[in-house]
Nanobody, 118 residues
Framework: QVQLQESGPGLVKPSQTLSLTCTVS??????????WSWIRQPPGKGLEWIGY???????YYSPSLKSRTNISRDTSKNQFTLQLSSVTPEDTAVYYC??????????WGQGTQVTVSS
């Protein structure tokens, strides 16, 4: 059974880059037809999909966040990473990593709180 675990700083200053890592166990980032996503939930709001890195290594981002987002992976460590640049307090959220197939998000990490504040 695949397990995902987010890690990274819980506090980021405005204008800096938010960086989170998702460590995957029980499954490989390169297994065909799986898409490894980052999703967030701001306080009092719904889930917002940020982007994914596919089994092939290709990436796709939400148009609203594309200019500030980069998702990469280290297959030797079975980890994938989110970088979100030029953050503002509106980027404060619980951030999740998840695995999807055909846009069905079947496996999730527990989530990590990131607060943007000076």
């Amino acid at each position: 059974q695949v397990q995902l675990q987010e890690s990274g700083p819980g506090l980021v200053k405005p204008s800096q880059t938010l960086s989170l890592t998702c460590t995957v166990s029980g499954g490989s980032l390169t297994t065909n037809y799986y898409y490894w996503s980052w999703i967030r939930q701001p306080p009092g709001k719904g889930l917002e999909w940020i982007g994914y890195i596919a089994y092939s290594g290709s990436t796709y981002y939400s148009p609203s966040l594309k200019s500030r987002t980069n998702i990469s992976r280290d297959t030797s460590k079975n980890q994938f990473t989110l970088q979100l640049s030029s953050v503002t307090p509106e980027d404060t959220a619980v951030y999740y990593c998840a695995r999807a197939s055909d846009w069905h998000f079947g496996s999730w990490g527990q989530g990590t709180q990131v607060t943007v504040s000076s």
